[in-house]
């Protein structure tokens, strides 16, 4: 039996969203435009995993949209998009044509003035057909949420202005496809992982015991893209994660004991896209975050780090700052950023 079938394990920001917390439906909708009958306010505003079959137009976008507060994932990867002509769709308050098989333009994302933006902020995952040919304007713009993209389509589809933010979301795309993503245009800055993401929540009661944790659940090491670590880590764990987990695009340590980053550990770290340190860190090794491309935002240092050695974050372009939240830094390694060092800024209380 594949291992993705033996786990049922749905990936979101990084977190593992257990069964119960679920409202997982599947519906087929016969004519374009009929979301809204087929599925009234109150039981949509309820789903958080919803799969869509059958035919779908810009209507029933800005439904799912608009409506599905607690929507989550979106699985329309079998589902056909139909050309619509009208005001009723999802760009702003005005005619327009939405083509066949193309997320609509502003398909997530609500125009609220001339330069604000909304996404739909609940939306972590979605899962798009095989016949997708465009994703349009700002059809994602601002879900700042959306951890994954899964495209079934061997070949890209066409990506519009500012349809997807490639420092929050990761594309994930079948085997053997992922260079010809990387060389159309547009795509070529995004982190491209080939198959189904995997997500997972370990819990290690003994120091040293990852490994074998991973082992229990029947699950490899390199195929973890999203992982959360709880309990006790000890250097032997962080070398398994150096050394052996490739494809993370995000990593939670909030919930661990660990208190320093070993040297090196998440170094040229390809696809990772964010991290969550642990509560009681007090040291970052030497180049612990080098070479991090994709690192992206501003990273929270927890109030206890004392240390943060030689070129930490060497190499990390994407990354907007690194913010001390306490008085307690000592140490200050040199090229802590490389050519870039006005990226560590300190948080008054």
Request: with cysteine; hydrophobic share 40%; proline share 4%.
């Amino acid at each position: 039996m594949k291992l993705q079938s033996i786990l049922s394990i749905v990936v979101g920001l990084g977190i593992t969203l257990t069964v119960s917390a679920q409202q997982k439906k599947t519906y087929y909708v016969p004519k374009a435009g009929t979301l809204t009958e087929l599925i009234k306010e109150n039981e949509a505003n309820e789903i958080t995993y919803l799969t869509l079959q059958g035919k779908l137009n810009a209507i029933d976008f800005r439904y799912l949209r608009d409506g599905f507060s607690k929507l989550t994932v979106l699985d329309i990867s079998n589902a056909s998009i139909s050309m619509y002509a009208g005001k009723n769709g999802t760009s702003p308050d005005r005619f327009y044509i939405y083509p066949a098989n193309c997320i609509p333009a502003y398909a997530f994302c609500k125009q609220t003035n001339d330069t604000t933006f909304v996404g739909k902020e609940s939306l972590t995952r979605v899962i798009l057909s095989d016949k997708t040919k465009n994703i349009e304007d700002a059809a994602f713009k601002a879900c700042k949420n959306l951890k994954i993209c899964q495209i079934r389509k061997k070949t890209p589809p066409n990506l519009l202005k500012e349809a997807l933010a490639d420092s929050i979301t990761a594309i994930f795309v079948p085997l053997g496809c992922s260079d010809t993503y990387r060389v159309k245009d547009n795509w070529g800055t995004f982190a491209f992982i080939e198959g189904e993401p995997l997500g997972i929540t370990v819990q290690v009661g003994a120091m040293g015991s990852l490994a074998s944790e991973l082992v229990k659940k029947g699950i490899q090491p390199k195929e973890v893209n999203f992982l959360t670590v709880e309990g006790k880590l000890d250097e032997a764990d962080f070398t398994l994660i150096r050394d052996y987990m490739p494809n993370l695009v995000s990593i939670d340590l909030t919930q661990c004991n660990a208190t320093a980053i070993p040297d090196y550990t998440f170094t040229q770290k390809k696809y990772l896209l964010n991290i969550k340190l642990p509560h009681g860190l007090k040291t970052i090794g030497q180049r612990a975050f080098s070479g991090c491309t994709r690192l992206c935002g501003t990273l929270m240092l927890p109030a206890s780090v004392t240390a943060i050695e030689y070129g930490a974050f060497m190499d990390c372009d994407n990354l907007r700052h690194v913010v001390a939240t306490g008085n307690s830094i000592t140490t200050l390694g040199d090229n802590l950023f490389g050519n870039n060092n006005d990226k560590l800024i300190y948080q008054k209380k």
